[in-house]
């Protein structure tokens, strides 16, 4: 098992590292849509913001999902007007891309290609980052348009390691202990990811918080620690990153802890006949709640009789030494040009649901507090 240096504590930037080896340019994203050739991609479009946060989250369950090449969605990026430029049957022809942006995110490659010797796949090389024998098997693409973006969460699982490949853009990261961690939700539910649901009435009262805030540039590899809050924005036409997320000592932990997540939320929803589209996140699949006992079970199970972390092999991370790290700063959330316009209009997001829905919401946001949960499990183990 992988592990970070003990002064990998905060976000860090390296710079001289290759990981995709190829003699070819991937300047404008090109060089990509020759790989895939003309294979369909699931891309979301959504609406672009106008202001760092824009009016309220766009959720991947938010968002229209359409299949399109990567030469179709290049030709969309750089057109000027569709109705002219282009063809009627093109698939993002009614979303202009400067109302909307186009994301084709979380891809991990073995699953696109259906096999692993895609020679994309045998491109892609961690070593100079000191991750030994990982490749594309391990790695994830993402292709985004101008005001692309994933909204604010943490990732639940691992630590993470970013290359920027075509395009900037512009991260903003937070510890785990942030103030922002106060505005988190679980509905829309996801595993992988766990969100915050960002009003623009309530950011003036973080403008005091500490924020990492990060161009990243073709070249650049971005170090993200473990539980470490993010939002990430395409500022350029094209954006192409490849990402990696390396298991850590404690993600066993996590898994059980998300079961429980998993649980209350599956369970309440079920309960109430409520819609999987409303209640989880775009792929996120509804289990059934003896199904997650069952799985919640073999984790305890597990958890009990696992090796002690003592005599497990960990392997600290060593980058090549032509790779130079670059420790980041941070800056307060107030100082990086939040716009002030919103910051006395409340969004009301619920307004289509009655009282005891919006009482539901907040039983369940107390269920599922970072903790409760942590309630939960320890009274699991002590029993």
Sequence with gaps: MMIAPPHWNVPYIFKGATIINDSHSWTEGQRLADLFKQKLLSFRVGKRQKSLFGDRVQFE???IHIQSTIDDFLCWTTSIDN???????HPLNQYSNKEY???ADYMHLPEIFENDQHPLINMINWSDMGLKD??????TLWIGSQGAHTPCHYDTYGINFVAQIVGKKRWLLFPPNSPIGQLQTRI???ESSVYIDVDPSQLNKFKNIDVYDIILEPGDVLFVPKHWWHFVSSLDLITISVNSWLEQPDDHVERIKEMLVRQIITSIMMSHDYSSDQWLNHNEVATDPMINLTLLSSLLTHSEVKEPPSKRCRYIITPASH????CLTSTLLGNIGLSNSNDNVFINTCSDESNNEILLKRLVKAM???DTIDLIYNKLLSV
């Design 134 to 139: 990982r490749c594309g098997k391990e790695s």
């Design 61 to 63: 369950k938010d968002c």
């Design 101 to 103: 942006f186009a994301y």
């Design 323 to 326: 790779v130079h790290e670059q």
């Design 83 to 89: 109705n002219n430029s282009l063809p009627i049957n």
């Design 368 to 370: 599922t507090a970072p």
């Design 188 to 190: 829309p539910y996801e």
